[in-house]
């Protein structure tokens, strides 16, 4: 996941990688990370987005387009 993390990532295109069912991805994900497969998705966005704008000169909406987000979906 962290390596397309800047992709749009579908539950489907998500277990196509593992070669799984997306209920087997699900509880798999729910049971290591705690969470869903979409929120462990979008806090991976907000990790990296982060990482960026500590580590980069580029404006915030650049690093957060970067990361998969724009800078609406974080306002909310």
């Known amino acids: 996941m962290r390596a397309r993390i800047g ?3 579908s ?3 998500a277990t196509r990688a593992p070669g799984v069912s997306e209920r ?12 869903s497969p979409v929120r ?3 806090d ?7 990482h960026l704008l500590r580590t980069t ?6 690093a957060v387009a ?3 987000h ?6 909310g």
């Open 24 to 35: 087997t991805l699900q509880r798999a994900v729910t049971r290591t990370s705690g969470c």
């Open 44 to 50: 991976l966005r907000v990790e990296q987005a982060e």
């Open 57 to 62: 000169a580029r404006p915030p909406a650049a």
């Open 40 to 42: 462990l998705v979008q």
């Open 70 to 75: 724009s800078a609406r979906s974080l306002r």
């Open 66 to 68: 970067r990361r998969g």
């Open 11 to 13: 539950p489907a295109q």
């Open 7 to 9: 992709e749009p990532l």
